[in-house]
């Protein structure tokens, strides 16, 4: 049975960092496209990023220079660092993952951030 599962989310101050982290398990078959979601209370789902097999990238223009993804594909564990965070990008952060045909999703994580 295949899970993803984030970690890493929580309380952060403007301006600070966080790490998140999805890791694929249960899968016997490769992993292509993955990718970060957020939806914040009464908004509708945005798409983050997404990140390619062979570590290629594509932002949302709100979070471009200041979130990167990338994948350690031996690990089947996809990250999102977040720098320079806003109260802005406070949302429930869930990633995705594309193999064995279909589309995967986690239960997301909690990212807040205020002072």
């Known amino acids: 049975q295949v899970q993803l599962l984030e970690s890493g989310g929580g309380l952060v101050q403007p301006g600070g960092s966080l790490r998140l982290s999805c890791a694929v398990s249960g899968s016997i078959y490769t992993i292509w496209n993955m990718g970060w979601y957020r939806q914040a209370p009464e908004k509708q789902r945005e798409r983050v990023g997404v990140?390619?097999?062979?570590?290629?990238?594509n932002y949302a223009d709100s979070v471009k220079g200041r979130f990167t993804i990338s994948r350690d594909n031996a690990q089947n564990t996809m990250y999102l660092q977040m720098n320079n965070l806003k109260p802005e990008d406070t949302a429930v952060y869930s990633c995705?993952?594309?193999?064995?045909?279909?589309?995967?999703w986690g239960q997301g994580t909690q990212v807040t951030v205020s002072s």
């Open positions: 995705t993952a594309y193999l064995g045909g279909r589309d995967y």
């Open positions: 990140i390619s097999r062979d570590g290629t990238t």
